[in-house]
């Protein structure tokens, strides 16, 4: 037991100290922190330069005084040709509204500089608005009931639970869950494969038979992928701090902005929780799963261009889930096919994470995480036996038959 | 010490070790030898407790073997190596770390050695930085720093030059006269003349010839003798008390003779054969090298 931790203790170290790791700790929470204050900078640069709008009305007085001043944007609607008005603007973010006497026609916006999307798509709009109101009023309907009437609709979801109605907002949860999914899969791959060039590396070295004269097989396997997983561990949490860190500093100082930040935060709320003991026990569990096989592949070869042929039916079942994961497992979360995918161990640690905000039933989930549990003992099982003998055979190539040979070899 | 009793290991579709049994004494220096895919390494493998045998039983100064004796062991493989990236005071102590070695005292031992074999600047170093012949001593270090009562070494001097090998091979003359016992695999019959106490010649899995050196050669003389005289070549009949195996010419008025003794004679017959007719320069006994014991013991079988 003391000599797994020395394993363990070395494998966390070395890998810990590479400059590849400290670079992707630090980039990613910086590359966050850059998105987010690009969003804050968007956000904050709403039009601030004041517009004059001249309002050329041939329409015999439809839009006279119709249009609402805003903070920086006042209308005016002068009593002069269009050319005129267009002669006399002062500023050169003024504009001249030229709107012709039969709406059908196109109304024409003239400026010195070109005019921004959203001030035309907000001057259209408006347009649309008055033009509908005075068409009403032509036809004899009064606008001011009509506005009472219509009513502001937003649709707040709401789950009933036993508890009662538990009011969330779902695309905070989906966001969450999602993320999970992803980063499960990647995080399988990334660590999968440093658990297994760890091995080919120790193989190439030939330091394995060293160490395998002090220390048992499985002993130095597991130490590896525990090793290697606590990595992956530290990884996550130093992201997930740093960023928070980092959105903190910055949600400090452009606050009202950030308002959606927060309140995605706060809508998570006991969510959160569950989807992360959720995402924590599937990644764990899926790495030991995965990572056990990586190892076995690892032990089979003799460099890492020979992977490939072992590679393919291990990370066909994961490619598949995850490429189903956004066009299907989204959209269809309780079909017989989600289900399936969500529990069995090959597809489980990315397909339930998919499914968890869609409140999936307790027996699923214990199905899926007692499947899970059993499955890495199964692989970890099968792994260990490859290994202890593959890790000694140099130069020979193996086959799938060689792989099943080695399995039943006794000590 | 080590007692190796009917080892049987058996891989799918060839037999690596049949009914191998052999003792190593206690401070011996022991040599396991035979030719490639005799099954040495499958036996070393046993010893070390990296594979089981499929039958049979080691027993290690009079107990079973079982895993707290690889901490007495210190294993120096054929296939060697060292992690590249590690620094490699670090990566000794990892190692004897796993022999069961504290920290501390692990270091203070490295220490010594690197004094020892003037590797004091090396600590820091990584492998990579390392030529072959200094990766072999860093590696030779560390098969021996936590101290083993028994060292296992497969084919010790490959990849050392010349002098770094003779380095290598006081130091383990040195530890054997401390005490420690010592086996080792290899095919260089010299080294094995020069160091071996007793050896065990395994082929093609079986073991066909074990016991001290001594003892080997002394089964292997055949009475034969090399006689050197000046002058001019004797013709020798029937009526010596030898047969000649081989005559040669040689420079400067010398003749050499290989001659082999009939039943009940001896090497002062020979003489007595000589000195009347010429002036003897030398007789010497000719003893087989373990070269020529092996070859033609491995041979024989074939």
Redesign the interface.
Known sequence: MNKILLIIQREYITRVRKKAFIIMTLAVPALFAAMFAVISLVANQKDQTMHAVYVIDHTGGDFKDKFKDEAYIKFSYPNESADAAKKSLKSDDDLVLDIPANLKDTAQLFAKKKTTLSLSDRIQSEMNDIATGASMLKAGIDTVKLHKIKSNIHVKASEITEKGENSTNMASTYALSFAGAILIYMSLFIYGAQVMRGVIEEKTNRIIEVIVSSVKPFQLMMGKIIGVGLVGLTQFVLWISLSAGISYIVGGNTSPTNSALHSFLHNLGSNAGYELLCFLFYWITGFLFYSALFAAVGSAVDSETETQQFMFPITLPLLFTYILSVSYLFTVPDSPLSVWLSIIPLSSPVAMMMRIPYNVPGWQLGLSMALMVIGFIFTTYIAARIYRVGILMYGKKASYKELVKWFFYKE | MLSIRNIVKQ??GHTALSDVSLEVESGQIFGLLGPNGAGKTSLI?II?????P?SGEIFFNGQKLDQSH??R?G???E????????EIGEQMI??A???GLSRDEATKRLKVWFAKLGMETWWKMKIEELSKGMQQKA?FV??VLHEPDLIILDEPFSGFDPVNAEIIKNEILELNRKGTTILFSTHQMESVEELCDAIVLINKSKKILDGPIKDIKNTYRNDVYLVEYEGTQLSINGAAPFEVVEETAGDDNLQTVKVKLKAGSTSNDVLQYFIPKTRVNMLQEVIPSMNEIFIDKVSKIA
């Open positions: 891989y799918a493998r070390t407790q990296i594979t089981a499929d690889i901490e062991m294993y120096l493989p296939e060697r190596g060292l992690y590249k990236k590690m990892y190692l770390r796993l022999k590696q560390a098969t």
